[in-house]
């Protein structure tokens, strides 16, 4: 124990108490929640961040998306507007949020991306923009339980799962373990591979303590080859400066040293908001080396592209490093038929 964790202990109980008293509420039925006549699947988890969500999201538009009208809807943090704003051309991520416009860079041909804090709200506004609409991917949304999902996934890692953790502050958890009985699937991210079947089974009789009836599902992270930020430089230099704005980092940072010399590494919090003062240390480190580089997270690229940052960025090659679920096929088969039975309940077909 650090020696400043007993001073958090009565801040994470009044918190602890707070968030329980919330969820009883909506248990015994006094805060309603609403279930939407269109196929709803909520994507969250129990902390703070930092557990895979986009990346599982993005899996599940690429299960869905060549069959259905999909749409994303989440908060939208960090973005410097509110309300509800459903993204197009004009769409940047001060407006709608990183993570949500990391999204519609890769399939805006495909699906509608929307923010919106009232997701009760949103919705009903995404279905009269969109009436073609079949289902909605509810980004962040576990403890938003004024919407009634159809399919609760609740997303943990391997290195930090909920069942260890403990509420905010003495931990990273945003309401209690047991909140994680409200999940029909729960998936581990970012484990290893291999995994052994005896950690496997460990982990498994933990997440029954909490929840008896979900599917349990481990997965991990695969990253894709390079990819140029800025479309205009085709040549991968032999050093880079990282730069990385997530909630952890750390795995994020070990795959490019095992492929990539790294010189520095730049690692701002989670949606951290560049200025132009970090641009600057950022490309003189970059000039520090010879034939250096920038690489960043799929996240973080879609700031760092910027129009405000082009001149400062001008000579600087900048790549970023995709990541994707690894999952089973067996599993990923799972979850698509459990969604497809939603979908047929609901009156909506392929």
């Known amino acids: 124990m650090r020696w400043f964790e007993p001073l958090l202990f009565p801040f994470s109980f009044i918190y602890d108490t707070v968030t329980r008293f919330r969820n009883h509420l909506f248990d015994i039925g006094h805060k309603n929640s609403i279930n939407f006549d269109i196929p709803t699947i909520v994507v969250g ?11 599982f999201t993005e899996f599940l538009i690429r299960m869905l998306a060549d069959d259905f009208k999909v749409a994303t809807l989440s908060r939208g943090y ?8 459903l993204a197009d051309e004009g769409s940047d991520a001060n407006q709608i949020g990183d993570e949500p416009f990391q999204i519609y860079e890769k399939f805006k041909n495909k699906i509608s991306v929307a923010v919106g804090e ?11 923009e969109r009436p073609d609409t079949e289902v909605i991917l509810l980004d962040d949304a576990f ?22 953790d403990n509420v905010v502050p003495l931990g990273t958890l945003r309401e209690a373990r047991k909140g994680a009985s409200r999940a029909e699937i729960i998936i581990v991210t970012k484990c290893p591979n291999p995994i052994d079947t005896g950690t496997k089974e460990s982990y498994i009789n933990e997440i029954k303590r909490y929840n008896k009836k979900a599917k349990i599902f481990f997965v991990g992270l695969k990253y894709g080859l390079l990819q140029n930020v800025l ?3 085709q040549s991968v230099p032999s050093n880079f400066v990282l730069v990385s704005g997530i909630a952890n980092d750390q795995l994020f940072r070990k795959e490019a040293e095992k ?6 590494h730049f690692s701002f919090s989670d949606h951290h908001h560049y200025k132009s003062d970090h641009i600057k240390e950022i490309v003189s480190k970059c000039k520090e080396v010879k034939e250096s580089g920038i690489l960043t997270t ?7 592209k910027a129009s405000i940052f082009r001149d400062y960025l001008a000579e600087i090659p900048i790549f970023a490093m995709p990541v994707e679920i ?13 969604i497809l039975q939603v979908i047929k309940e609901k009156g909506y077909s392929e």
């Open 45 to 55: 988890n129990l902390s703070l961040g930092g557990t895979g969500k986009t990346p």
């Open 326 to 338: 690894n999952m089973e096929i067996k599993d990923a088969d799972f979850i698509k038929e459990s």
């Open 259 to 264: 492929k990539h010399q790294i010189s520095y």
């Open 231 to 233: 479309g205009d430089r």
């Open 118 to 128: 009232d997701r009760v709200m949103a919705i009903p506004q995404i279905i009269t």
């Open 143 to 164: 403890q938003h339980r004024y919407v009634k999902g159809d399919i609760n996934i609740m997303l943990t890692t391997f290195q930090k799962p909920f069942f260890e």
């Open 78 to 85: 960090g973005r410097k507007t509110s309300g509800f704003v």
């Open 298 to 304: 799929e996240k973080d690229a879609v700031k760092l």
